[in-house]
């Protein structure tokens, strides 16, 4: 009994970083399969990728091994100690039927389940188990296992001990293989209570981006939807609020009836160009094109002088300056700051900015992209024609007009975790995300 209790003591103390969570993966929408999954940790930025068909174990590294390490290498069981379920690995030397057994620390028997087991690792998920220590029992044709952990939940005692995979290999934190029948693994990645995950799930041409702090376990649901441009381009697509955004900056070169949008490179033919237009960032597409996307001016965004022309695709549109508005508030900016002509709110703006040094310049303020927008600094080309600010500004058109010469934009940028509103020249070249 003082083992018991000693054991329930080094728990408690541990349980704050220790988690075990199995995320499974769902499609619906324009395809109800999911073909492959990106995982991107928003605080730490370790990524894992995954078939559409495995199971993403997120694993803590504290409050497991102090039994663990106490166990036969043909089965473990993890996180140990279990708060409300833990994963149980039993290595069996040979494929045939096998009875796997529970008993309390007394000996009493408290349940038992018969399963088909290959000569690979097989999976084992364990729930139910009231507070205590417990041995389990795996014996086979020839072979015979045990192990033990401790329970510190509050289950009411119905013991559930469910095949959570069959015929598993084991796999690294970043590898996994797939036969013609699906799927041979799990994938693990360690996780800390409270991490932002960014989910990017994709099914042929559909790509969809979720955010979440996953707290137990769950089926993640990737709803996809239709956004091809004129050019055939593919865009991930991310919900944010009631609105459904493109997640990567629009670069098409044509609009969405097929007809072109004339490139226009020379300073002077820029220069107070009004009619459409787009371009390059320093005229060069190979560098800048498939990151940042294109930079249009603003007659080439907006339907009313352009001959009603549209170059977001089929059922999207350049968001107005009330949409964009209405993105802001969602994310925590209140009216009145909505309203004004200057940088606004607090963080709103590093909730839309991709984390990291990949493509914003230090300091990259605020940013977390918890809202999934991932938002890149693709720079402007201003109204004389020159190009500024790759790696440092988001410049964004709204297809609102503030005046007869001026319309609505938006500014990000790595020195500041808010967003600007104000209206600049048409004839600027800026980059492009469209809502549905």
């Given at each position: ?219 993640i649901t990737f709803n996809f939807i239709a956004c091809t ?46 009619t459409p237009g787009y371009c390059w960032y320093n005229n ?94 693709g720079g402007y080309r201003w109204s004389d024609g020159y ?50």
């Amino acid at each position: 009994m003082r083992s018991i209790l000693f054991s329930i003591t080094i728990f408690y103390t541990l349980t704050s970083n220790a988690q075990n969570y199995l995320i499974t993966f769902a499609g619906s929408g324009a395809s109800s399969a999911v073909v492959t999954v990106k995982v991107e940790n928003l605080m730490t930025g370790a990524t894992v990728d995954l078939a559409g068909n495995d199971i993403l174990h997120l694993t803590g590294t504290v409050g497991i091994y102090s039994i663990e390490n106490k166990q036969s290498a043909e089965l473990k069981i993890y996180p140990n100690p279990m708060i409300e379920n833990s994963l149980m690995e039993v290595y069996p030397p040979v494929s045939g039927d096998a009875v796997i057994t529970v008993f309390d620390i007394t000996g009493k028997q408290l349940s038992q389940t018969q399963s088909y087991l290959e000569k690979s690792m097989q999976e084992f998920r364990l729930s139910g188990f009231k507070k205590g220590l417990y041995i389990i029992n795996v014996r086979g044709d020839r072979y015979q296992i045990s192990g033990r952990f401790l329970s510190a939940g509050q289950s009411n005692g119905t013991i559930n001990i469910e095949k959570v995979s069959n015929n598993i290999q084991p796999t690294d934190l970043k590898k996994f293989e797939i036969d013609s029948k699906g799927v041979k693994g799990t994938v693990n990645m360690v996780y800390t209570t409270g991490d932002r995950l960014k989910f990017t799930g994709v099914s042929g041409n559909y790509s969809t981006i979720m955010t979440d702090i996953p707290a137990s376990d769950k089926t993640i649901t990737f709803n996809f939807i239709a956004c091809t441009d004129g050019d055939n381009n593919n865009y991930p697509v991310v919900q944010i609020g009631t609105q459904t955004w493109m997640a990567k900056n629009l670069k098409t070169i044509k609009f969405n009836d097929g007809s072109s949008i004339p490139l226009v490179e020379g300073v002077s033919e820029w220069v107070g160009l009004t009619t459409p237009g787009y371009c390059w960032y320093n005229n060069n597409k190979v560098s800048y094109g498939d990151i940042y996307g294109a930079l249009y001016n603003w007659y080439a965004v907006s339907t009313t002088t352009n001959g009603g022309k549209n170059v977001c695709p089929v059922g999207w549109h350049v968001p107005s300056d009330a949409e964009w508005k209405q993105l802001e508030i969602h994310l925590g900016m209140s009216q009145s700051d909505a309203e004004k002509i200057e940088w606004r709110g607090t963080n709103e703006g590093g909730k839309l900015k991709e984390t990291g040094y990949d493509h914003w310049e230090s300091p990259n303020t605020g940013a977390d992209n918890s809202s999934g927008f991932t938002a890149l600094p693709g720079g402007y080309r201003w109204s004389d024609g020159y190009f500024v600010g790759a790696g440092s500004y988001s410049l964004f058109w709204s297809d609102t007009e503030y005046n007869a010469t001026f319309a609505w934009k938006r500014t990000l940028r790595n020195m500041y975790s808010g967003s600007y509103r104000y209206y600049n020249p048409k004839a600027g070249g800026f980059s492009v995300r469209c809502t549905k």
